[in-house]
């Protein structure tokens, strides 16, 4: 791609960096003209969209090659490595080929069906077993592992009916005699039968919204979303499915590709290209790959059963999602063709051609070009780009305009004007989607450190447009937050919220997370517009202290702040609608304690100097002091960097505590770096055993994060796991106080779906006896 952009000729893209969107037809149609006889270009289109250049079709003899790895892991009892070239195997292994009487992938379903079972993973071995005999139905080998998987879950009577079936279609006699012997054993169990489901299940069943919406607009923000009503806190007021989305490349083996939740052992992947994994069967039929529709065959089996068993075969075998689910735009069917762009281009550029891909198959265009930046009623920023990104649009733009035409050439006819509609469509896309986002929970097997049970983050798994979500504006300290369950799209009021008031969420950077400065270089270079939220246009307490530096007058709080700072700060007070008063601001108290001249003087922004104390006017030589701070701060970086094993020397935590007391001597209490040096102590200390003194600075930071957050934002919430961790370990009566508190936090942000935190919770009580 680099060399394509490096071939086009200055004038052009000269041209390009000048263009704005009422332009665009002409520079896309002078890149046409240019790209059309360059043999580069037809060279680069051909390795992204030719079957035969591709490396993501299924492969016969690599699938027997890991199957064959897979049988002599499992013979030497190394069963997990077993399942690791059995789901390789599946992974590109072709539906429609035999390994010698049956299908290669039913025999790889119960192979690797045998290997979960062994590792413990019953539901994940019968959700096999049921792949395997939804396409070899009288796989006596496939019943008898379901029975084991079945029995294991405790489902007695269903492993009594795969035993009786497993018989029927069994041929050899050893085999009849080793399942009559199963069979004797069972029937003393029967009667008994679980509740699990075999596949996954959809939490994000229908609950009405609570509240009527209106879209308004307003000069300074242009749309934004408002309630005719009050709204009370933890209000679920928007619900939205996407209208597309696409998994992020770091996630693409974690994450299911459509519903975005972790794999599970039993993962399965698409039919007909090895690109993609998912979840469940559900999951693959949704996506919509080549070949999905196969799984709707009629039900065959050729012996003769009695009625109950004949009913039971059927329930077991049939497709696990009917017709009329799958009534809907199939996402991943276009990109199913045995080439390999959408695994190469950028995520947000296969999810244009998702977009683009769901118009067309949703209008009967028949012939004519489709109006390409209507589809969504979304904004864009292309005239605030800067020229890299102009020229990156034109040629990703042309790229995916080829890619596409190879599925849908009389859908898309060979011009300009789509794909300049095209470049706005990436331009929307970049502007308006959201990265869907996942809990991610340490693991139970480590001890207790904050790598292990006591840590909680959240982790971008995919990239989606929501064009309702996308109508909620901004603000650095919104009163909505957003969530996912699966794809679907959740905002939810975390405070009261009065009738015509904007409901806003935050697009990324926070109050707490960043100061004010760096918010608005996030936003204007990510979102091309300057904030003005009540945040960013009004005097807090975080904005003031987040990296801030002591008074050199021990017994003084107020603050130190350098020049770049300082501007921000006065533009702040010069907007004051009441001269001389901070009243209704956030913290009003602690801004009196910290920048005391700030609320008395008369002259708004006069006493806000770089280097000088906002309380006694104090002034510290910020660059003398920055040297001594850099040799702190190197310091507790070494204590991190020995963190990734298990042991962390004794000398190197003391060191680290020293230089912490340094930092606190030029650094505000409340500065940000405090409170990380502080975790980063605390998780040292964790693994060095000394708990107490882990929990002290644990305490230590969570002080400085509620003086930068408040002490109800989720953030807050995240580090009480950490808190409770620590205390419950320790046995402390004071950890279900805090385990309370943080209850309530995740409900304000989660509703009716914050039992993830009691998941994670009844996990700590039930593993903290082993510390």
């Known amino acids: 791609m680099e060399k394509l952009k490096f071939a086009i000729p200055e004038t052009l893209r000269h041209k390009i960096a000048e263009s704005a969107p009422n332009s665009l037809h002409s520079t896309c149609s002078s890149l046409l003209d240019f790209c059309q006889n360059l043999p580069l270009f037809h060279q680069l289109v051909r390795d992204l969209t030719d ?195 696409i998994i992020l490349k770091h996630c693409r083996e974690t994450h299911c590709h459509h519903c975005f939740n972790e794999l599970p052992a039993d993962a399965v992947s698409c039919m007909s290209c090895s690109i993609p994994f998912y979840c469940s069967t559900k999951c693959q039929m949704l996506a919509g790959g080549c070949g999905s529709s196969e799984h709707e065959k009629q039900y065959e089996f050729q012996r003769n059963l009695i009625d109950d068993l004949e009913d039971y075969v059927r329930n077991v075998t049939s497709p696990s999602i009917t017709s009329s689910e799958l009534n809907y735009v199939a996402e991943h069917k276009h990109e199913c063709q045995g080439v390999h762009w959408p695994a190469v281009l950028p995520s947000d550029v296969v999810l244009a051609g998702r977009v683009l891909v769901k118009h067309i198959q949703q209008q009967s265009y028949d012939g004519a070009h489709p109006n390409i930046h209507a589809i969504m009623d979304l904004c864009q920023n292309y005239a605030q780009l800067p020229n890299e990104s102009k020229l990156e649009l034109h040629v990703y733009a042309m790229i995916l305009f080829c890619c596409l035409q190879k599925f849908y050439a009389s859908k898309l006819p060979f011009n300009s004007v789509i794909i300049s509609e095209i470049i706005i469509l990436l331009s929307q896309i970049r502007v308006n989607s959201m990265a869907i986002v996942r809990m991610k929970y340490s693991d139970a097997n480590q001890p207790l450190d904050y790598q292990g049970t006591m840590s909680v983050e959240q982790v971008r798994v995919a990239q989606a447009v929501y064009p309702g979500g996308s109508l909620f504006n901004h603000s650095c300290q919104p009163n909505v937050h957003a969530y996912f369950l699966s794809r679907t799209l959740f905002i939810q009021t975390t405070e009261h919220v009065t009738a015509e008031s904007q409901l806003e969420l935050s697009y990324g950077p926070q109050v707490g997370q960043l100061n004010c400065f760096e918010r608005h270089q996030v936003l204007e270079n990510r979102y091309s517009f300057i904030c003005q939220c009540r945040s960013c ?183 009480l796991i950490k808190l409770v961790s620590i205390q419950l370990s320790m046995g402390h009566k004071s950890a279900a106080e805090n385990a309370n508190r943080l209850v309530k936090i995740f409900s304000r942000y989660y509703g009716s779906h914050a039992d993830i935190i009691f998941t994670y919770l009844a996990y700590l009580k039930k593993n903290v006896c082993k510390f």
């Open 537 to 719: 246009a009004r005097v807090n307490l975080s904005d003031l202290v987040i990296n801030a530096y002591r008074c050199v007058e021990p017994t003084c709080l107020g603050v130190v702040l350098d020049s770049s700072v300082t501007e921000y700060e006065k533009e702040k007070l010069k907007h004051l609608k009441v001269p001389n008063s901070l009243q209704g601001y956030t913290h009003d108290e602690d801004i009196s304690s910290v920048a005391f001249q700030v609320c008395k003087k008369n002259d708004n922004g006069c006493c806000l100097e770089g280097g000088h104390c906002l309380s006694c006017g104090s002034y510290r030589d910020i660059q003398a002091s920055q040297k001594t701070i850099s040799e702190a701060e190197t310091c507790i970086e070494r204590l991190q960097d020995t963190m990734t094993g298990s042991e962390v020397p004794i000398k190197t935590i003391t060191d680290a505590i020293k230089y912490i007391d340094v930092l606190k001597t030029f650094l505000h209490p409340f500065n940000k770096k405090v409170a990380e040096a502080e975790d980063n102590i605390a998780q040292a200390l964790c693994l060095a055993g000394d708990l107490q003194a882990a929990l002290d600075h644990c305490q230590a930071s969570i002080e400085i994060l509620e003086k930068l957050y408040g002490k109800n934002h989720i953030v807050i919430a995240n580090e």
């Open 51 to 245: 079957p035969e250049m591709a490396l993501c079709g299924k492969n016969k003899e690599a699938a027997l090659e890991a199957k064959a790895n897979g049988n002599a892991c499992f013979s030497n009892g190394d069963f997990s490595n077993a399942l690791r070239f059995y789901s390789q195997a599946l992974h590109i292994a072709p539906t429609d080929v035999d390994d010698g009487e049956k299908n290669l992938v039913a025999t790889l379903y119960v192979n690797r069906a045998s290997s979960l079972h062994k590792l413990g993973f019953s539901l994940e071995s019968l959700r096999d077993c049921s792949r395997a005999l939804k396409i070899s139905p009288a796989y006596a080998k496939a019943w008898y592992r379901r029975a084991k998987a079945n029995a294991s879950l405790g489902n007695h009577e269903d492993a009594i009916n795969d035993l009786k079936i497993s018989l029927k279609t069994e041929t050899s006699l050893s085999g009849k005699r080793q399942i009559q012997g199963e069979l004797k054993i069972m029937l003393g169990h029967s009667g008994q039968r679980s509740s699990l489901l075999e596949e996954p299940y959809d939490i994000t069943q229908d609950e009405p919204l609570q509240v009527e919406l209106q879209c308004v607009f307003t000069p300074t923000k242009g749309r934004g979303m408002t309630s005719y009503t009050d709204v009370p806190q933890a209000s679920v007021i928007h619900k939205e499915d996407p209208y597309a989305a």
